[in-house]
């Protein structure tokens, strides 16, 4: 977080809305990536090359802007069982709650789906719980 600014943050929360707002308006999609790569090689051939185009933005993003400014640095400070065992768990918390946090975060609030307030605010109870215990009773102990 060392190259936070309020105007980065807004441009980059414009960029999320209006992306997701047109996927919504174009083909009545919602922008949960869980669900976009889920279904990702199940779905029907026509409904598959957005899918694909939506993916392979997100993985191009980052290069586009490498060409425009240095990338920050990035450390995983965790081990290799440790990175398994959380994406399992996020994986696991995604299935059961029916969606991420793309897609209940930012487009189920938007729509001010109730469930996805519940489900934010379960996301977001989680993750401080979670970073609790690491600190503060796992590392402590």
Known sequence: MTTFTPLSSLIGGLLIGFSTLLL?????????ISSIVGQLWTATAGDRGWRFAFVAGLMM????????TPLPAMQIVTSTPGLIVSGLLVGFGTRLGSGCTSGHGVCGLSRLSLRSLVATLMFMLTAMLMVWLVRHVLVAG
């Open 61 to 68: 993003a980052p290069l586009l802007y490498a060409l425009v």
């Open 24 to 32: 919504i308006r174009w083909l009545g999609q919602i922008a949960g």
